[in-house]
């Protein structure tokens, strides 16, 4: 079945400035696996290494949050909406490390 | 590179002073321009036109050093930045009495293209403002030109 990706401005880059797609899949998983498939350089942001779902990245079908109900293997329906939302996290944290970052502008 | 007028900049540094000694956070909504910086596809220059503060949902002494944007409301900011042709460019988040340069946690949960504006606040007083981006390997933060003018 057919359902419609929307892609955040984040992962636009990927997918030549497209915010939503057009892709084949039965659940999240292989809707998921096919964007990746297309999109190989989206994937280090999508999947740690490991191969599970980032933290950061909540993916909705419909109005659900996958998390919520069955995760990866969430079934689709035809011409049902996907959606990949960042649940964006940071903080000073505990102060101590900074990073890698090289610098202030 | 981003843009902010000085109007946004200034309402940012008082979200960060109000909710000092917790961290502010929210969207930075606005245009992204039509081909890449040097070449590189995540890399666009981004005018900030307007500002959506979100609650942080981290509660206590949590926020004090952390945030969090729950994505109900991330999905509701970005909604109303698409009915006025915007999109999400960028997350601004302050640090309370700590330098404005990004934690390990704020590089853990990073996405590409998005600019990372961070406001420092010592003493109820918001001071540094920087700005960073993803490196593409997911490495670290490079500093983003960031530039305050009127759009």
Do not use: Q
């Not at chain 1, 659940?27 to 999508?46: I, Q, Y």
């Not at chain 1, 779902?53 to 995760?71: K, P, S, Y």
């Amino acid at each position: 079945m057919t359902v419609r990706l929307l892609v955040p401005s984040a992962l636009r880059g990927f997918t030549d400035g497209k915010a939503e797609l057009r892709l084949e899949g039965a659940t999240v998983a292989e809707v998921l696996e096919g964007f990746v498939s297309a999109h190989p350089d989206a994937k280090n942001h999508m999947f740690d290494e490991k191969g599970a779902l980032r933290e950061f990245i909540n993916v909705f079908a419909g109005e659900d949050n996958i998390r919520d109900v069955g995760g990866l293997e969430t079934p689709l329906k035809d011409g049902e909406t996907v959606m990949i939302v960042p649940a964006i996290a940071g903080g000073r944290d505990d102060g101590l490390a900074r990073g890698r970052a090289g610098g202030r502008n | 590179m981003l843009a902010l007028s000085p109007v946004l900049r200034d309402f940012i540094r008082s979200e960060a002073e109000k909710d000092y000694p917790g961290e502010c956070c929210g969207l930075i909504l606005g245009t992204v321009s039509t081909t890449p910086e040097k070449g590189n596809p995540l890399r666009f220059a981004k005018t900030g036109l307007r500002i959506a503060p979100v609650r942080n949902a981290r509660v206590g002494e949590d926020k004090r050093r952390r945030f969090s944007i729950e994505p109900r409301d991330f999905m509701r900011a970005e909604k109303e930045g698409a009915a006025l042709g915007l999109e999400v460019v960028g997350i601004y988040h302050s640090h309370p009495d700590h330098p404005a340069i990004p934690s390990p946690r704020d590089l853990e949960r990073a996405l590409p293209f998005y600019s990372y504006a961070i406001v420092s606040v010592a003493g109820k007083k918001a001071a540094e403002f920087t700005n960073w981006i993803l490196m593409d390997d997911r490495s670290a933060f490079e500093p983003e030109p960031l530039e305050f003018k009127e759009p």
